[in-house]
């Protein structure tokens, strides 16, 4: 499999004066069509290398490509989920106008249907303000695929709802995955959604953070919520994955 | 409405209690008849004034030239805010002419303005753009400087050009600040117009004012006083209006 994405040893320091070290050194590659989740300790600094990935900020050091190109900017085909769906939703636009702003024409007929993927047809002329949480981050997957992106930065996006929309979240991410073939990064301090998802898992240590190990996943495919959860396999991976989170520094 | 209504009442009241209290002194010779407002008798002119040919002309007057200043005013402050807001050597540039600028009492301007612009519709059009135009720029940075920065990062994700960003994402997300700028403007707008009207006494609502009061017609003055302060009113109320329509979604996130 071609890789997609190479993350070439990259490191980020933050400050001048006194430089704070979030990423020492971080090498992984994803494939196309891959679903890669990426967890570690809390503050180990996940979400500044998935920001490095999108081209939001940019890496001290190192390289990250996509196709074969170095990412300076926010590249085409890369979209980036935020955590805070409330705060990266315009308030000011309704739900549609929401999605509407992530397509790349204005086509009327794709809003419609993106809506209708991430069953919130019903809710196109509601304010994201009159939403619950779990419906908001709806709107803002709706938007992500919107610009139609070859691959999805996520960035925590189901930390921040209760624990049966989570769960109704993933299977809606993982139907959508599977219809579009698109390649999925999930940053998560959340080990069951990373074993639940993935294909593989990235362990990253403490800050500055390097990969520490890259897990595979047993688990089949397709997924269920309550059956894979129970799986010997599952419980392996669970178990070996937070007893590496929780050994001593 | 009817909780509305209730939570009037007592400050309706206490205005009725007020106006009473003047009425009876005034009848009485408890205060100086001829220059103290006299409520019935400001009434009783009130109705000559609104039925004049005199009311449209100055209410037109006042109400154009402040209409011309506040909205180039909210034009250029809005513009040039965002320039300075986002761009940052445009703010480098700009600021210390600016911070030496702002500081000035507005009406301390008149005198030159006169001297430049003479006593019409222009000289009081440019001071009320002095004055509306700094609290519209100031708020329009200070907007535009605390937009959330992941709406930001929003429209970097979606590779929005800077133009776009500007003016889908940072523009309205600052509305709310700079909405509140004029709402000042407005204020100081009013406020300067009718200092001009009544330096230059000409045209206008404060060049009645002053007619009347140099020509010791006191409750045609008061009653003309009358007439600016509904304006104001009316002017604060349209803007509330404008203000739910623009920005209804500000309280709700």
């Given amino acids: ?127 994201p303000w009159e939403l619950s949480g779990g419906m908001q981050q709806r709107v803002s997957i709706a938007r992500a695929l919107a610009a139609e992106p070859s691959v999805l930065l996520l960035d925590e996006p189901f930390s921040s709802v209760d624990a049966l929309t989570r769960l109704e979240l993933h299977g809606l991410i993982l139907d959508l995955w599977g219809k579009t073939g698109l390649t999925i990064l999930l940053v998560t301090h959340d080990v069951e959604e990373a074993v639940y998802l993935s294909d593989r898992i990235a362990l990253l240590t403490r800050r500055p953070a390097e990969v520490a190990e890259v897990f595979a996943n047993a688990l089949p495919r397709p997924r269920r919520p309550v059956e894979s959860r129970e799986d010997a396999r599952f419980l392996a991976l669970r178990h070996e994955l937070l007893t590496r989170l929780l050994q001593p520094a | 409405m009817k909780a509305r209504i209730a939570s009037l009442a007592p400050g309706l009241a206490f205005i009725a209690f007020w106006i009473g209290a003047l009425e009876v002194a005034a009848r009485n010779g408890w205060v100086n008849r001829v220059f103290s407002p006299f409520p019935s008798e400001i009434a009783a002119r009130l109705g000559g004034v609104l039925g004049s040919p005199a009311l449209l002309e100055a209410l037109g007057s006042t109400v154009g030239l402040l209409a011309a200043g506040f909205g180039l005013a909210c034009a250029a402050g809005v513009l040039l805010g965002l320039a300075m807001g986002y761009h940052r050597p445009t703010y480098a540039l700009l600021e210390p002419t600016l911070e030496l600028l702002r500081p000035i009492p507005k009406p301390a301007l008149l005198p030159p303005l006169i001297l430049l612009l003479g006593l019409g519709a222009p000289m009081k059009v440019a001071i009320v753009f002095l004055g509306a135009f700094f609290p519209v720029l100031i708020n329009t940075i200070e907007g535009v400087r605390t937009v959330d920065p992941v709406l930001v990062d929003v429209a970097r994700t979606f590779r929005r050009g800077k133009l776009a960003t500007v003016f889908r994402v940072i523009l309205p997300a600052s509305l709310p600040m700079i909405l509140a700028g004029m709402r000042v403007s407005l204020g100081l707008g009013l406020i300067l117009v009718t200092l001009a009207e009544m330096l230059t006494g000409t045209h206008g609502l404060g060049a009645q004012l002053v007619d009347a009061q140099r020509a010791f017609r006191v409750q045609d003055m008061y009653a003309w006083t009358v007439v600016l302060a509904s304006l104001g009113l009316a002017l604060a109320l349209s803007f509330d209006a404008l203000e739910r329509r623009l920005i209804f979604w500000s309280s709700r996130r």
């Fill in chain 1, 1 to 127: 499999m071609a890789e997609l994405l190479e993350i070439e040893r990259v490191a980020k320091t933050f400050g001048a004066v006194e430089p704070v070290a979030a990423l020492r050194s971080v090498d992984l590659a994803v494939a196309k069509g891959e679903f890669v989740s990426i967890v570690g300790p809390s503050g180990c600094g996940k979400s500044t290398l998935l920001q490095i990935i999108a081209g939001l900020i940019p890496a001290s050091a190192g390289e990250v490509r996509l196709s074969g190109r170095v990412v300076r900017e926010p590249p085409e085909g890369v979209v980036y989920l935020f955590q805070q769906y409330s705060r990266s939703l315009f308030p000011w636009l309704t739900v549609a106008e929401n999605v509407r702003f992530g397509l790349r024409h204005s086509a009327q007929d794709r809003c419609r249907e993106l809506l209708q993927m991430v069953g919130l047809a019903d809710f196109s002329a509601r304010y």
